[in-house]
């Protein structure tokens, strides 16, 4: 069945540090993927999507490429802040009746000053 | 900007109690869902929701778990008598058209003892 893979974390990072975040997915048909980031207390935010092959998905600074030759959508960020301290989900939603997501286990980012 | 809304943020309860979990889906969506998310694993679909019935729900969604929109406004997941296992953090999401972008709410955290 379709399925989303994310590292684990938690990862540490000084502040304006390059960040990466791998993800992977398995699926049938054309899925759009999604990064989500919870921060603390709060609910999952959309972060950036892509819906094809090769779209660029980015956001607040964060990018995310479709590969689908790979199965990948990893997450980069250049230089990392303090204030991007959050858990990152990386998501596929799939052509179903409800169009249903599939979420990674999430990825806990720290960012030290 | 509309935001979905979700009450409370925590419940504990005891096992085989009742419970309902709330949510204020954004105003001008007509699709709902409702993910859980068991501590350390991934966040998981349970059931969507259209037109005042149950488009697509997981093999998690069982006999115990009931949804429905009372009113207008509100959207609520109920768990007739919950198990251990059913502690999680429960997740509302909303989005305006089938294969539009959900957006989540902050989450229930339920602890059943």
């Known amino acids: 069945g379709d399925s989303v893979t994310q590292m684990e974390g938690p990862v540490t990072l000084s502040e304006e540090a390059f960040l990466t975040i791998n993800c992977t997915y398995t699926?049938?048909?054309?899925?759009?993927l999604f990064w989500y980031v919870q921060y603390p207390g709060e609910g999952l935010q959309l972060l950036l999507k892509a819906t094809k092959a090769d779209d660029k998905g980015s956001n607040k600074g964060f990018e995310a490429t479709y590969r689908k030759e790979t199965t990948s959508f990893h997450l980069e960020k250049g230089s990392v802040q303090v204030s991007d301290s959050a858990v990152y989900f990386c998501?596929?939603?799939?052509?179903?009746?409800?169009?249903?997501?599939?979420f990674g286990t999430g990825t806990r980012l720290k960012v030290l000053a | 900007e509309p935001e979905v809304t979700q009450t409370p943020s925590h419940q504990v309860t005891q096992m085989g109690q009742e419970v309902i979990l709330r949510c204020v889906p954004i105003s001008n969506h007509l699709y709902f869902y409702w993910y859980r998310q068991i501590l350390g694993q991934k966040v998981e679909f349970l059931v969507s929701?259209?037109?005042?019935?149950?488009?697509?729900k997981s093999e998690i969604f069982d006999d115990q778990f009931s949804v429905e929109r009372p009113d207008g406004s509100n959207f609520t997941l109920k768990i007739r008598s919950t198990k251990l296992e059913d502690s999680a953090m429960y997740f509302c999401?909303?989005?305006?058209?089938?294969?539009?972008?959900?957006?989540f709410g902050p989450g229930t955290r339920l602890l059943v003892l």
């Open positions: 998501a596929l939603r799939v052509a179903s009746g409800t169009y249903k997501y599939i």
């Open positions: 929701f259209y037109n005042n019935e149950i488009s697509e």
């Open positions: 699926a049938t048909g054309y899925p759009s």
């Open positions: 999401a909303s989005s305006e058209g089938q294969g539009g972008t959900q957006y």
